[in-house]
């Protein structure tokens, strides 16, 4: 399966990172099918430079974009906003079996 997301690069400290398309199984910084744009998160706004055709094309041919990817993208206009699941775990599962263990006494 292929994800898009982004590949890190820069010095230590002084993060910029590319946007990349990868094997979702491989390691951050391996090597890439292609690269559509680039990320600095420290210029005063963010730079983003994405090239949207292949953007489009590699998501029409089911790519799956990494949540950082998906806000970007989302700013850039290519997709519409998307809902995501958390990365946070949920605390309220605990809570209903700690519930149910209570009145079980």
């Known amino acids: 399966m ?4 982004l590949k890190r690069t820069g010095r230590k400290g002084q ?16 090597k890439s099918v292609e ?6 998160p420290r210029t ?3 730079t983003v430079e994405i090239d949207q055709e292949a953007a489009r094309k590699w998501l029409r ?9 998906a806000q970007l993208f989302v700013k850039a206009g290519i997709i519409k906003d ?4 958390s990365t946070k775990p949920s605390l309220k599962p605990k809570k209903k079996a700690a519930k149910e263990e209570s009145e079980s006494k």
């Open 61 to 69: 041919n089911g790519a799956q974009p990494t949540n950082t990817v």
């Open 2 to 5: 292929l994800k898009i997301r």
């Open 44 to 46: 005063q706004p963010s």
């Open 15 to 30: 993060p910029h990172y590319r946007i990349v398309i990868a094997e979702a199984n491989r390691s951050r910084n391996s």
């Open 35 to 40: 690269e559509i744009g680039y990320y600095n």
């Open 82 to 85: 998307i809902k995501r699941g």
